[in-house]
Structure formats: structure tokens, C-alpha cells
């Protein structure tokens, strides 16, 4: 093998030696187990195809702060943005206190616009629907905008009785004295390039129906108009593609993707209950935090729910799931997610002989019910495995 080099960029593509490095983020709690698993899995796959990857850390979350004092080391972000593409384990988060959320921080930094969450179904798996193979959908969720973007202030705080003094002047709008109060900014501009990814997927991965889903029923100018930007945006740019469910007449025309629209709370029940009518959904930030939660539990739960966050010609793909700290350094945890993340990487680099490997062999790993113990407790005469023994059964079911 030659030594290893960085992604380049030609244009709007990414040019991917055989040897490529890629930076990774262990990953706070279960971050450890997970990463080394994943590592393990990836580079089996990848040898078998005649390829190689360099791992190189980067640091963030407990680690970092830990060496250098800083949450998110600015050289982190500046190692992402030159190799291109990353993958990290899951971030500490506290709740209502403390840092802001540093996966929130990478993905608005970069300006990762979309975080892209497939699910779909692997057999043996226990699930609460009858029929969870039904489901196979992938998730556009706008990363940027919306509640997300964290533009909020404390009630009583001196900009929360400012905004409220503005509101009531200038507005007529009162708000009580114990108020907080946030902003859900949603624009022409994210709208357009998160729908414009999706489609550009659709063709590509030959899906055939794309949902927006919005809540746009009763926020009719952030909501409602992200459901028109996207509309706007397939009508504008992909007219020789798509075809609006409004306008269907009969059957779809043949090599034409209809683009359709759902109220939030309707699409739940439709996940639910018509699972296989639904291919790729283009969703705000705050619904689709949900949407893609509430999927995953479909088809068993976020321990095999991988995720990706991309922009223009970066990306950085994650594990869905949090830290889970009373584990840490157990090796008992699921690593799916971040394998299949994992997957996600490859299929972006290319390499889609690499991704297939490994998806192939966890669908054999989880059929001989040789699973870590989330997976066992559900599967009857299940065999119960560490994280790192069930990196070794992908691995040796890799054909």
C-alpha cells in the first residue's frame, strides 16, 4: 500500500486514495468500547476490497477538556475541515446547564445542513411492529435552523425582558414575567439545499417517493414555508425528475419521483401504519430529531440507527445514541450504530463494496443470535456477547 493520503476535492466530488486517513472522536462513556469495535470491523471490510484506512484522533468532549482544557479544541474542527470526512462516537450533553451541545457546535460550525438518518429493518431483531420490514426510509433532517439553532434566553434575563418589551411595543404581543423565550429561524436558502440534497439521493439511490414533512398547519410562515421552499426548489431545479402528488393521475410516470407532503403528528401514525408507502422524508431540525427516534424504535432502537451529518464536501458521521456513562469501558454495548455509521462513511467514499460487506454480515452476526446483551434479552436462546466479540462474529461472517 502506498502512504496514506487525504481526501481531495474536484469540483463538487471527492477524490478518495486507497489509502486514505480519516479522523476520528473516540467519544465520551461508551465511546471507547464502540470506536475500537467499529475500527476493528471497518478495517476488515476495507482490506478485503484492497483498500486502507489511517485513523487519526482528534479530540473532543471529556478527553479534550481533559488534555487541553477545551471541550472542542479548535484544531478538531480545523482537522475535519482539511481530511473532509470524520466519524465520532457519542458527546456528554448536560441538560438545561453546562456547555452547549457540541455535536450541535460541529454540525453548525461546518455547516453540516444535513443530518441524514436511514433506517430500515434486519431480520431476527425484536420490534413492536408486526411487519418492521416494511420500513425503509431515510431521514433528511435540516441541521442548521429551527429550535436548534439556539437562540433562546432565560425567563427574567435581561434579553428575555428586553424581547418581551419589543414584542409588547412593538407587536402587541404580551408575555408573562416568567417567560423564556426562543427563535425558530427557518430559510429559503437551508430549505432549498437540504431538499435539493435529497433528491439528488433519490436519483442516485433510485427512491421513488419523497415526503416533506412539516408542521406548517399552524406555524404557517417557518413551517409552511419550508413545505413551499421545498416544493419550490423540486419544482425549480429537478423538473425533468420529480412529480407532485397533487398532480398525479393514475400510476406514476415511468423514471419520475413523486413529491408529496405530511402534517408532523399525521406522519407518525403513517410510520406506524403504512410504513411501505414512505421512502425519504425532508424534515425541519426539531421534527426530525423526533421522527428519526421514533423510527428507529421500529425497527428495534437506536443501538442499530446510524447517522450522518454532511455539507458541501464534508461530513462527519456519528453514532445516534448517547454516552450511556454507567457502561463505560464495560465492552457490553451494541456498536452497531457506529459500525453502520461506519457504512454510511463508505458509501459517501465510495466504496460501496466495503459497506455491503459489512451490512451483509451483521444481518448473518444478529441471525445466529450471537448479539451484545440489548439485542439478547429480546431474542429467545440468544448467546450473549461482549462488544468487541461481536466485532470478531461480523468479522468472521464477512464473505
Known amino acids: 500500500m502506498s502512504k496514506a493520503s487525504r481526501i481531495s476535492i474536484s469540483g463538487d466530488k471527492l477524490c478518495v486514495p486507497d489509502h486514505v486517513v480519516i479522523p476520528f472522536i473516540e467519544g465520551d462513556g461508551i465511546g471507547s468500547d464502540i470506536t475500537k469495535a467499529m475500527k476493528l470491523v471497518v478495517n476488515a471490510a476495507v482490506s478485503k476490497i484492497g483498500k486502507q484506512i489511517e485513523w487519526l484522533e482528534i479530540l473532543a468532549g471529556e478527553k479534550a477538556f481533559n488534555q487541553t482544557g477545551a471541550w472542542m479544541p479548535e484544531e478538531t474542527l480545523e482537522r475535519i475541515k482539511e481530511y473532509s470526512v470524520a466519524i465520532k462516537g457519542p458527546l456528554t450533553t448536560p441538560v438545561g446547564t453546562g456547555i452547549r451541545s ?235 450504530s457506529l459500525i453502520l455509521s461506519a457504512v454510511m462513511m463508505l458509501d459517501y467514499l465510495g466504496w460501496q463494496k466495503a459497506a455491503t460487506l459489512i451490512i451483509d454480515a451483521i444481518e448473518k452476526t444478529i441471525l445466529s443470535k450471537e448479539v451484545t446483551y440489548d439485542l439478547a434479552r429480546q431474542m429467545p436462546d440468544a448467546k450473549e456477547v461482549s462488544t468487541s466479540d461481536f466485532a470478531k462474529a461480523i468479522i468472521k461472517n464477512m464473505k
Open 102 to 336: 457540541l455535536n450541535v457546535m460541529i454540525r453548525q460550525v461546518l455547516d453540516l445542513y444535513a443530518c441524514v438518518r436511514p433506517v430500515r429493518y434486519f431480520k431476527g431483531v425484536e420490534s413492536p411492529l408486526k411487519r418492521p420490514e416494511l420500513l425503509d426510509v431515510v431521514i433528511f433532517r435540516e441541521n442548521t435552523e429551527d429550535v436548534y439553532s439556539g437562540i433562546e434566553w432565560e425567563a427574567n434575563s435581561a434579553e428575555a425582558t428586553k424581547m418581551r418589551e419589543i414584542l409588547a411595543k412593538e407587536f402587541g404581543v404580551i408575555l408573562g414575567e416568567e417567560t423564556g423565550i426562543g427563535i425558530k429561524p427557518i430559510s429559503k436558502k437551508a430549505s432549498y439545499r437540504l431538499m435539493r440534497m435529497a433528491i439528488k439521493y433519490a436519483i442516485d439511490n433510485n427512491r421513488k417517493v419523497i415526503t416533506i414533512v412539516h408542521k406548517g398547519n399552524i406555524m404557517k410562515f417557518t413551517e409552511g414555508a419550508f413545505m413551499k421552499w421545498c416544493y419550490a426548489c423540486a419544482k425549480e431545479e429537478f423538473s425533468d425528475f420529480v412529480v407532485f402528488e397533487s398532480d398525479l393521475n393514475g400510476s406514476l410516470p415511468e423514471g419520475k419521483i413523486v413529491i408529496n407532503d405530511r402534517i408532523a403528528d399525521s406522519m407518525f401514525q403513517q410510520a406506524l401504519l403504512r410504513p411501505d408507502e414512505y421512502e425519504v422524508i425532508v424534515t425541519t431540525n426539531l421534527n426530525g430529531d423526533y421522527l428519526s427516534d421514533a423510527c428507529a424504535a421500529e425497527v428495534g432502537g437506536l443501538g442499530l440507527a446510524p447517522g450522518g451529518n454532511i455539507g458541501d464536501n464534508i461530513a462527519v458521521f456519528e453514532a445516534t445514541h448517547g454516552t450511556a456513562p454507567k457502561y463505560a469501558n464495560q465492552n457490553k454495548i451494541n456498536p452497531s
